[in-house]
């Protein structure tokens, strides 16, 4: 079987299991957040032992190590890492995937639409692998799952290929910023490495946010209608201007590149209660720390409206820029580099707008930049991936193993 019939059957394998994180039980402590996540870890724990690997299982914690040594006596280049997760992502249902082929995709199709998706221009002629329109399809970051995969069974396959020893790892709850809570560095035999959890192929990326989220709490003050006028004070309201004094054009929505924003994730209110989640982002560490600062004003103008301490703010960090971290490790960036040129690309950088494992592992002193999949339009139902990028993507890793 040649290895683009071997990483598809792979791949649409690892779709079908329905392994969705959630962010409320992660919220409690909960680690994995779901244990339908362990459904395929258990299964790649067991795939590595046949393929003859050293693996190490934290079934607590849904982590799975595992390490292949070098086939080159006497070697001395150190361990290389690749990590991927198996989560995927709370936004969209993962449960029943069922992944259509479209084989020699020629820019008509009745979900994807080139209008709604100018990308896929890129990819006439290319085999495209998305959902039915019901569920996303888990590109991310099974695609990196199974590229990893593929790329440990290559080298089982062909012994006389020289490589060094490769370290792999499979994170749980990545997706609700979790990925990393109990990684064991030392249980992950490498003081280098790559999450491959990115898109579009060729594209190496080694910026991203610096993140935090913001939990607003509104406590109001509920009676009766009829009675209500000088004692009432609806905390939905209060939310409500909130929400207005936060600027309408630093949003998801409405920026790009290196540009930071506020995003409203979610609003939980009666007159009595209101509870607002906000991300922050910005990848200037500066402009991160400004606004911080600009939510906390935002909670002492609404408290001076009312004359009372309605309004409380608590933000937490999420993960750091991890640029901060590699900027003394390019080297690593640069061998990924080169390794897409061999696989027949043209390497590219871009600010990440999210985060990935790597940020916070790259601040705990592993260097981790994030490698592409070949995946596109992550966290919805109009997700795909490419089976060439796919193959190119599993192309890189190979030669960044050898």
């Known amino acids: 079987m ?4 071997s990483l598809t059957e792979r791949f649409l394998r690892y779709v079908k299991i329905d ?9 409690q402590g909960e680690h994995p957040s ?15 032992q046949q393929l003859g690997l050293e693996v190490d299982y934290d079934e607590e914690h849904c982590y799975v190590y595992a ?11 150190e361990n290389i890492g690749f990590i991927a997760h198996v989560d995927t992502s709370p936004a969209v249902s993962g449960k029943d995937v069922n992944p259509v082929i479209i084989r020699a995709y020629d820019g008509h199709d009745e979900l994807l639409k080139t209008e709604d998706f100018p990308e896929l221009l890129n990819h006439i002629g290319e085999d495209i692998i998305r959902t039915d329109g019901t569920t996303l399809l888990g590109a991310d970051d099974k695609a990196g799952v199974a590229e990893i995969m593929e790329m440990l069974s290559y080298f089982k396959q062909n012994p006389d290929v020289p490589h060094r020893g490769i370290a792999v790892a499979f994170t749980s709850d990545e997706e609700i910023g979790n990925g990393t809570e109990y990684f064991d560095l030392k249980r992950f035999r490498t003081g280098q490495a790559y999450t491959v959890d990115g898109g579009k192929f060729g594209v190496i990326e080694y910026e991203c946010f610096n993140a935090a989220k913001a939990t607003v709490e509104i406590q109001g003050k509920s009676t009766h209608t009829g009675t209500a006028k000088g004692v009432m004070i609806n905390a939905s309201l209060v939310a409500n201007e909130f929400v207005n004094l936060m600027p309408a054009d630093e949003t998801p929505e ?10 409203l994730d979610s609003i939980r209110s009666d007159c009595e209660h209101a509870q607002l ?3 922050i982002r910005d990848h200037d560490l500066g402009k991160f ?6 939510m906390m004003n935002a909670v002492k103008t609404i408290n001076g409206r009312h004359g009372a301490e309605l309004c409380t703010i608590k933000i937490e960090d999420q993960y750091p820029n991890m640029v901060m971290f590699l900027k003394d490790h390019m080297d690593v960036v640069e061998r990924a580099r080169e ?7 043209t390497p590219s950088s871009e600010p990440v707008r999210g985060g990935t494992d790597g940020a916070v592992l790259s601040s705990m002193g592993l260097p981790c930049p994030n490698l592409s999949t070949g995946g596109y339009n992550y966290h919805s139902r109009y997700e795909f991936a490419s089976v060439q990028e796919m193959v190119k993507s599993l192309d890189t890793l190979i030669r960044l193993a050898t």
């Open 277 to 279: 989640q906000f991300l």
């Open 34 to 48: 779901t244990d339908k996540q362990r459904d395929l870890a258990a299964l790649l724990a067991d795939e590595l």
């Open 19 to 27: 392994t969705q994180s959630d962010e409320e039980s992660g919220a």
């Open 67 to 77: 390490f292949l040594a070098s086939n080159v006596p006497g070697n001395t280049a």
């Open 2 to 5: 040649d290895r683009q019939t």
């Open 289 to 294: 720390a400004s606004r911080k600062e600009f």
């Open 339 to 345: 390794a897409v040129k061999e696989a027949g690309g």
């Open 254 to 263: 409405t920026t790009e590149g290196y540009e930071g924003f506020y995003y």
